[in-house]
Structures are given as structure tokens and as C-alpha cells.
């Protein structure tokens, strides 16, 4: 499974990359609005730090617009992923993309049939917003199950980058059912590594440790 940071932060970015773990980044207006920068100079930063897909999202909402916005954020960089949101006007626009060759990233994808139809208009990837499906009471981890189910029937080859992931179980749940990527912030990412009897192994190993002749 390929592991993306759902961050506009250098430092996070450039942590997780020099690990050799780090496979892409998405962004999303909130994010970029957070990092206090100009959008297409942090991405173009993020872009030359990452060598995986870079998704960043158009906020026109009209289709000339989407369309103008698109190739201009596809034009900083060769990895950066144009990020479209999930309505008949974003999958009009993805289908032109997809034209013109410019990889996709379809958002805020919250049921199946969504993401369905964004398969069919040609999206690079699909990204189901498993926790904030999970805040209002559904199954977002069935999400995950019933996209893969429904790609595998027809073989399409849009790829499920689960997102919106809050904890490290969301994270396995996601693997063990298929999702092709997931996107992380960096604290849940942390959190991965985490497990008390590993640090307890751990001080004990150095410990005993002391006692060894070298
Ligand atoms: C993914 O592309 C989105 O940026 C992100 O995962 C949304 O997560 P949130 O629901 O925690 O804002």
C-alpha cells in the first residue's frame, strides 16, 4: 500500500521522506489556507521535495474555471496530481483531463456510486473520506470494502487513496481491505511506529546489553 502525508508542512514532508516511506502527499485547500503560503509556491517546494504524485485542488467551481485552474497546477511540476471534487462539474472536468492526460485526484467521495462514476470518467485516483463519513454515524471502513469490490468487478484501474484517516486502526482496516494508497497526517503516521512492548524490549535489550563482552 502506498503511503501519502495529507500535509502542506515542509518539515513532516521532508521527515517521512528521508525515512524512505513516503510514496506522496495530498493537500486540500484547508491545508494549504494553513500553511500561511501561496499555494503554487508550496507546491511547487512539495513537488521538488516528493518524488511521488503531489495532489493539489482546484477551487474554481464552473468547468472553464476547473479546467484553467487544472492545467496550471499541472504545469509546476510533472507529479503534481490535479484534484477535482466529486460532483457533475468535477467529473466533466476530469473526463477533459483525462483527455489531455493530466492526472486526477477525485475528492470528497463519500459512496460507492461516486466512485464508480469517477472510475468511468477516468480518475487517476479516488479518495473516500473515511472519517468524516465515520463523524456522522457511517461505516466509512465499508466505503473502502464496497469501492474495491466494485473496481475489481469491472477492473478498474483508479486507484482508492483512503483519506480522512484519524487513527492507526483506520490505517490497517484500509490495507486489509485493498485501498491501493492512504493519506495520513503526520501525527497518525507517528503513531504507526508505536508499541509499548517494543520500547519495553527495548530497555531491557540495552540493559542486558551492558554486561555483553565485545
Ligand atoms: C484528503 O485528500 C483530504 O485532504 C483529507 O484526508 C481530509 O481529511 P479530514 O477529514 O481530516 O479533513
Not at 74 to 90: E, F, R, S, T, Y
Not at 136 to 143: A, Y
Request: proline fraction near 3%; charge should be negative; hydrophobic fraction near 45%.
Amino acid at each position: 500500500m502506498n503511503i501519502f502525508l495529507d500535509t502542506a508542512n515542509i518539515d513532516e514532508i521532508k521527515k517521512v521522506n528521508e525515512l524512505g516511506l513516503l510514496d506522496g502527499i495530498t493537500t486540500n485547500p484547508s491545508i494549504i489556507s494553513k500553511s500561511g503560503r501561496k499555494f503554487t509556491e508550496v507546491i511547487k517546494e512539495i513537488a521538488s521535495i516528493v518524488e511521488g504524485p503531489v495532489s493539489a485542488e482546484v477551487i474554481a467551481t464552473d468547468y472553464e474555471g476547473m479546467i484553467k485552474e487544472g492545467v496550471e497546477l499541472a504545469a509546476i511540476a510533472d507529479n503534481v496530481v490535479v484534484k477535482v471534487p466529486l460532483n457533475m462539474v468535477g467529473l466533466k472536468a476530469v473526463n477533459e483531463f483525462t483527455n489531455r492526460g493530466i492526472a486526477t485526484n477525485v475528492t470528497l467521495c463519500f459512496s460507492a456510486n461516486q466512485a464508480l462514476l469517477a472510475a468511468k470518467a477516468g480518475a487517476t485516483f479516488i479518495s473516500p473520506f473515511l472519517g468524516r463519513l465515520d463523524d456522522v454515524g457511517q461505516d466509512g471502513l465499508e466505503l473502502i470494502s464496497e469501492i474495491r469490490e466494485m473496481y475489481d468487478n469491472y477492473g478498474y484501474e483508479t486507484e482508492i487513496l483512503a483519506a480522512s484517516i484519524r487513527h492507526p486502526i483506520h490505517f490497517k482496516e484500509v490495507a486489509l481491505r485493498g485501498a491501493d494508497c492512504v493519506t495520513l497526517p503526520y501525527s497518525v503516521f507517528a503513531q504507526l511506529f508505536q508499541h509499548p512492548l517494543t520500547d519495553l524490549g527495548l530497555q531491557k535489550f540495552i540493559e542486558d546489553s551492558k554486561s555483553i563482552n565485545w
